[in-house]
């Protein structure tokens, strides 16, 4: 004998009013309604068996079992971070037939009149923030389904510590409901304002990177704010990038990171990434700040404090760039060692002798395959009617690949 179908059902924004003909017919002739009891409470004249979703495996193994033509009871689009996600996974899909309704997302962005099609949707009811954090920063439009934990507010304080302030912040409650309503702010606003339990947050960048006046890589060492001579120069910084390998959502630890220069550059090549500028100079500290918001480098966290000592916390990094390490070179290599995720890379620049000398030997000892190229750069100056070619002092870029 052939399994019923399990008939998944979504309220739309009005409620059941909503309901196409055939949704309504699945309810009608249905032996079991299984919803949350604000679902339930919409049908007091069905005629068989309510129940109330609640253990999701127990429900499952009953889903498995049963004879009884079952619905089981969402909101809007049950596809759209609801229960289909979960039903599909641990049931035939030929036994789901699914009937999708306007979501809470869709009537938000009507509401306030703007355009869908572009954002990213993130939930983080019952999540970590860390991740979806990172999403949000990396995007022009969001729309957040928020839960009693990570509110709005929350949300907002995570932003404005990553310097994530840019966003027309939209506070959608309650929609559907006689206490509806959609209240616009910034970023910061959204840490005084109380939301309902149910809403959703919609953030649109008010602001556009400005990035045509910037190239991805090879910005002028003049537009970064920087203590004199604590910066990666242009010509190096494209070679360090090239050897770092960046790919598109990689974790890169930038240890030393002077004026954020590298991390910088880095983040508009790896978009989808997470990147960490460590750095404990209280004045390269502010510099970086700086730098960071003119840049726009959203996905790049500034983590102040001496390495390895900060390092603890970060997730593991699959690139690690160390531009200075303070004196305790070696103690950043054992924790990067010990840290660096497989097939993952460490790139240094020396510009001594000794540096360089200390650095390969490490790195040989911990078993890395090891690779130094010597920079010379000498740029055209001025003399008179004359040009002169002025050398810069030598970089050593030193690459490790961990052999296994």
């Known amino acids: 004998m052939s399994q019923q179908k399990i008939h998944l059902v979504g309220a739309g924004?009005?409620?059941?009013?909503?309901?196409?003909?055939?949704?309504l017919e699945v309810i009608r002739t249905a032996d079991l309604l299984i919803g949350h009891q604000r679902h339930l409470d919409n049908f007091p004249d069905f005629a068989g068996e309510k129940q109330l979703l609640g253990d999701l495996s127990i429900m499952l193994e009953q889903l498995r079992t049963t004879e009884k033509r079952c619905v089981v009871l969402g909101s809007g689009d049950p596809n759209f971070f609801g229960i289909g996600r979960f039903l599909m996974r641990n049931l035939p899909k030929e036994r789901i037939e699914i009937y999708p309704n306007v979501t809470?997302?869709?009537?938000?962005?009507?509401?306030?009149?703007?355009p869908w099609d572009d954002a990213v949707f993130i939930s983080v009811h019952g999540r970590g923030l860390g991740r979806s954090i990172d999403r949000i920063i990396a995007s022009e439009k969001a729309a957040i389904?928020?839960?009693?934990?990570?509110?709005?507010?929350?949300?907002?304080?995570?932003?404005?510590?990553?310097?994530?302030?840019?966003?027309?912040?939209?506070?959608?409650?309650?929609?559907?409901?006689?206490?509806?309503?959609?209240?616009?702010?910034?970023?910061?606003?959204?840490?005084?304002?109380?939301?309902?339990?149910?809403?959703?947050?919609?953030?649109?960048?008010?602001?556009?990177?400005?990035?045509?006046?910037?190239?991805?890589?090879g910005i002028s060492d003049d537009e970064f704010a920087t203590v004199k001579k604590l910066i990666t120069k242009q010509e190096v910084r494209a070679v360090t990038l090239a050897k770092l390998q960046l790919q598109d959502d990689l974790?890169?630890?930038?240890?030393?990171?002077?004026s954020g220069s590298v991390s910088i550059e880095a983040s508009n090549l790896v978009p989808n990434g997470k990147l960490f500028a460590i750095e404990h100079n209280p004045q390269c500290v502010s510099f970086i700040r700086e730098n960071l918001k003119k840049f726009v480098a959203r996905n790049v966290k500034l983590i102040e404090g001496d390495a390895?000592?900060?390092?603890?916390?970060?997730?593991?990094?699959?690139?690690?760039?160390?531009?200075?390490?303070?004196?305790?070179?070696?103690?950043?290599?054992?924790?990067?060692?010990?840290?660096?995720?497989p097939e993952g890379l460490?790139?240094?620049?020396?510009?001594?002798?000794?540096?360089?000398?200390?650095?390969?030997?490490?790195?040989?000892d911990h078993g890395y395959a090891v690779?130094?190229?010597?920079?010379?750069?000498?740029?055209?100056?001025?003399?008179s009617e004359y040009k002169l070619l002025e050398a810069q002092n030598p970089v050593y870029i030193i690459s490790a690949a961990k052999e296994y």
């Open 13 to 23: 924004i009005t409620g059941w009013e909503g309901l196409g003909s055939k949704a």
């Open 104 to 114: 809470s997302v869709q009537y938000a962005f009507a509401m306030i009149k703007e």
């Open 145 to 217: 389904l928020t839960d009693k934990v990570n509110t709005p507010a929350v949300i907002a304080r995570e932003l404005l510590e990553r310097g994530a302030d840019g966003y027309e912040a939209w506070l959608c409650e309650e929609m559907g409901l006689p206490g509806e309503k959609f209240t616009k702010t910034d970023v910061r606003g959204l840490l005084d304002l109380p939301s309902a339990e149910l809403n959703i947050l919609i953030l649109i960048k008010a602001w556009e990177p400005n990035l045509v006046h910037y190239p991805l890589i």
């Open 251 to 258: 974790v890169v630890w930038d240890i030393g990171a002077g």
């Open 308 to 341: 390895p000592a900060v390092l603890e916390d970060l997730p593991d990094p699959d690139r690690v760039f160390i531009g200075g390490s303070g004196g305790m070179l070696e103690e950043v290599i054992e924790t990067v060692d010990r840290r660096l995720k």
């Open 346 to 364: 460490i790139v240094l620049n020396a510009v001594t002798i000794n540096t360089l000398t200390k650095s390969v030997e490490f790195l040989e």
């Open 371 to 383: 690779e130094v190229t010597c920079v010379n750069i000498a740029k055209t100056k001025p003399l």
